[in-house]
């Protein structure tokens, strides 16, 4: 079985950055499709970005320009933020897509398997 950990979460003011991390325990392999995804207060969960198969990297509007995602061999899932603003402050969580996808994946019926958050918050 797959298991996600997510770390790297913390309080930042306006304009900082944070780099959170998510490692991969189990069956996992690079063909996998991953994804970063977060849940304000009070809002519904929503895509952030994903990763797919084939390395090629998509993003949602709100954060097109200011996160990078990426990924290494072990595998380890990476979120990069910069330029953050106080509407990016959410619970983050990693998520493991079914088998592969290609190309902006950022539907949860993708994934099949999810880690158990880190906190961003972030003030003016």
């Known amino acids: 079985q797959v298991q996600l950990v997510e770390s790297g979460g913390g309080s930042v003011q306006v304009g900082g950055s944070l780099r959170l991390s998510c490692d991969v325990s189990?069956?996992?392999?690079?063909?996998?499709?991953m994804a970063w995804f977060r849940q304000g207060p009070g809002k519904e969960r929503e895509g952030v970005a994903n990763?797919?198969?084939?390395?090629?990297t998509g993003y949602a509007p709100s954060v097109r320009g200011r996160f990078t995602i990426s990924r290494d061999v072990k595998p380890t899932l990476y979120l990069q933020m910069n330029s953050l603003k106080p509407e990016d402050t959410a619970m983050y969580y990693c998520?493991?897509?079914?088998?592969?996808?290609?190309?902006?994946?950022?539907?949860?019926?993708?994934?099949?398997?999810w880690g158990q958050g880190t906190q961003v918050t972030v003030s003016s």
């Open positions: 189990g069956s996992a392999d690079s063909t996998y499709c």
């Open positions: 998520a493991k897509g079914r088998l592969y996808c290609y190309g902006l994946t950022l539907k949860e019926d993708d994934y099949d398997t």
């Open positions: 990763i797919d198969s084939n390395g090629v």
